[in-house]
């Protein structure tokens, strides 16, 4: 199993801006840019060939409307614009945006942004209904400070969390279910169980080194 890589769609009539919001996606783990276009008639030629996973849309385009693109796409999307008039934020919002950031910003907003929309994903994920405390901590992870005081999650970690469900499982188990490696499972569950999200149980075999169990804890 693989970790799912995200594929973003820019769509920005500013070649440089462009150049430096694709260049922010590059560095953001787990995503790529699928494509960068300047026109809304140029993102739908895309989006109907190979959907991405997230649009980043500015709001005035020379063919028509970044936000009306978002409303008639139904696909996830950030706002990236100068514009920040009241009307046009809550417009975005009825759109259905994710994210809506203010240009100029630092490369920083838009990485912890795009660390969010994994960590999320990473939530809403599969076929299985979804419970109301997983609603609950999709939305926080979008939109608020973090599920805790404590260190904001990775991806990874996110993935790990979700292995383990209701679960006691191995480093090896979860890495499994997760999809990483077991040396990063190993390393990331320790991270976890240091700030006592997560539990840890040794087993005993008939022979050899204990194994560690990891469990979430509720």
């Known amino acids: 199993m693989n970790v799912r ?5 820019v769509v920005e009539d500013d070649f440089r801006v462009a150049a430096i919001h694709a260049g922010i ?10 494509d960068s276009v300047r026109t809304v008639a140029e993102a739908r030629a895309v989006i109907a060939q190979e959907p991405p996973d997230l649009l980043l849309a500015d709001v005035y385009l020379p063919d028509g409307d970044g936000i009306e693109l978002v409303r008639g796409c139904g696909l996830d999307a950030f706002v990236l614009s100068a514009a ?10 009825r759109a259905g945006v994710l994210a809506y950031l203010l240009k100029p ?38 939109h608020g400070p973090g599920e805790s005081t404590g260190p904001a999650r990775s991806a990874t970690e996110e993935l790990l969390l979700d292995a383990l469900g209701d679960s006691e499982l191995s480093a090896s188990e979860a890495a499994a279910r997760a999809g990483v490696s077991r040396a990063t499972a190993q390393r990331r569950l320790a991270e976890l169980a240091a700030q006592g999200v997560v539990a840890v149980r040794l087993r005993y075999g008939g022979s050899g080194r204990p194994e560690h169990l990891y469990s979430r804890v509720r």
């Open 105 to 142: 910003f630092p490369k920083a907003s838009l990485l912890d942004r795009l660390d969010r929309y994994a960590r999320y994903r990473s939530v809403v994920s599969g076929t299985r209904g979804l419970s109301q405390e997983k609603i609950d901590r999709a939305l926080a992870i979008l």
């Open 25 to 34: 996606v590059a560095e953001a783990p787990g995503f790529r840019v699928q």
């Open 5 to 9: 890589e995200w594929r973003v769609l």
């Open 84 to 93: 920040g008039e009241p009307d046009t934020v809550r417009r975005a919002i």
